[in-house]
């Protein structure tokens, strides 16, 4: 069975970092390109970020370019995502998605609240 | 990267059937046969109900269609059932690794 658990959201200032982790199993991880995607409290879902199944590539959504990071450590299942220079408006629940053509399952997600 | 257009609610009646467009753009869904349609209910992550327009996953209910005309995707649910109703969302590639999804829309079984 297919799973992936986030993990390292919480409250975080203004300003502040924060690094979100996804954990895979139930396939072979390194054959998976990744994504993240966030959902705003009450709003609809923003792609914000994809890494390659090697992850010698990367690419962003506007909104979160030059500010966050995506990577991944195929050794041990697991996706990334360092997220610097927090707004409010960075104040979301956060989903690890695979991508297989599209992104075909999801971890259960994790809030990340930004505020002082 | 501006997101697809859905209408923000529908309705319908059990055993009725509704269709929920998406609107895009010739850079994503005008080009790529890469839509996808989301289910989320409250306090759950999305579910993956049909991909590249009207493919359905194993386990998903054949009362779950879609389509693609142009630059405009659709998804319809035939009869109805209360436990259709949540939010869905459609998802279009859009080049260069990117993704865009819809606003979403909130599907009220009547």
């Known amino acids: 069975e297919v799973q992936l658990v986030e993990s390292g959201g919480g409250l975080v200032q203004p300003g502040g970092s924060l690094r979100l982790s996804c954990v895979a199993s139930g396939f072979t991880f390194s054959s998976y390109e990744m994504n993240w995607v966030r959902q705003a409290p009450g709003k609809g879902l923003e792609w914000i970020s994809y890494?390659?199944?090697?992850?010698?590539?990367?690419f962003y959504a506007d909104s979160v370019k030059g500010r966050f990071t995506i990577s991944r450590d195929n050794a041990k299942n697991s996706l990334f995502l360092q997220m610097n220079s927090l707004r409010a408006e960075d104040t979301a629940i956060y989903y690890c998605a695979r991508e297989d053509s599209i992104m075909d399952y999801w971890g259960h997600g994790i809030l990340v609240t930004v505020s002082s | 990267q501006s997101a697809l257009t859905q209408p923000a609610s529908v309705s319908g009646s059990p055993g009725q059937s509704i269709t929920i467009s998406c609107t895009g753009t010739?850079?994503?869904?005008?080009?790529?046969?890469?839509v996808s349609w989301y289910q989320q209910r409250p306090g759950k992550a999305p579910q993956l109900i049909l991909h590249e327009g009207s493919k359905r996953p194993s386990g998903v209910s054949n009362r779950f269609s879609g389509s693609k005309s142009g630059t405009t995707a659709s998804l319809t649910i035939s009869g109805l059932q209360a436990e259709d109703e949540a939010d869905y969302y459609c998802?279009?590639?859009?080049?260069?690794?990117?993704?865009?999804f819809g606003g979403g829309t909130s599907l009220t079984v009547l």
């Open positions: 890494i390659t199944n090697s992850g010698s590539g990367t």
């Open positions: 010739s850079n994503d869904i005008g080009n790529y046969n890469l």
């Open positions: 998802c279009s590639y859009a080049g260069s690794s990117t993704w865009v």
